[in-house]
Nanobody
Framework: VQLQASGGGLVQAGGSLRLSCAASRRTFGSYYTGWFRQAPGKEREFVAGISRSSETTYYADSVKGRFTISRDNAKNSVSLQMNSLKPEDTAVYYC????????????????WGQGTQVTVSS
């Protein structure tokens, strides 16, 4: 499956952005999906994950209460609503998917999107 992330940009601290990830496959509903981010000089880190039917979500402690992951299987897409953004949220954000298990760490992902830059100014 091919993943295409979009929605990044420049926003002031306290602002909001919504990232979207479009999948090429109609069977996207059978994939666990998630979002990761990578800041300059740092390792790629888990941000949020969601089960195939949206019944279960996971969040990194650093974004809990501010970010919300959701998916629309009819549209083959997954989104990340980011509120109350902080400068430390600045990173390239990647969507990821796996047909086998929850995408809670980078090793679990079988497919990656190309990344979208999010920059939060103070």
């Amino acid at each position: 499956v091919q993943l295409q992330a979009s929605g990044g940009g420049l926003v002031q601290a306290g602002g909001s952005l919504r990232l979207s990830c479009a999948a090429s496959r109609r069977t996207f509903g059978s994939y666990y999906t998630g979002w990761f981010r990578q800041a300059p000089g740092k390792e790629r880190e888990f941000v949020a994950g969601i089960s195939r039917s949206s019944e279960t979500t996971y969040y990194a402690d650093s974004v809990k209460g501010r970010f919300t992951i959701s998916r629309d299987n009819a549209k083959n897409s997954v989104s990340l609503q980011m509120n109350s953004l902080k400068p430390e949220d600045t990173a390239v954000y990647y969507c990821a998917a796996s047909p086998y298990r929850f995408v809670l760490d980078a090793t679990a992902a079988a497919y990656w999107g190309q990344g979208t830059q999010v920059t939060v100014s103070s």
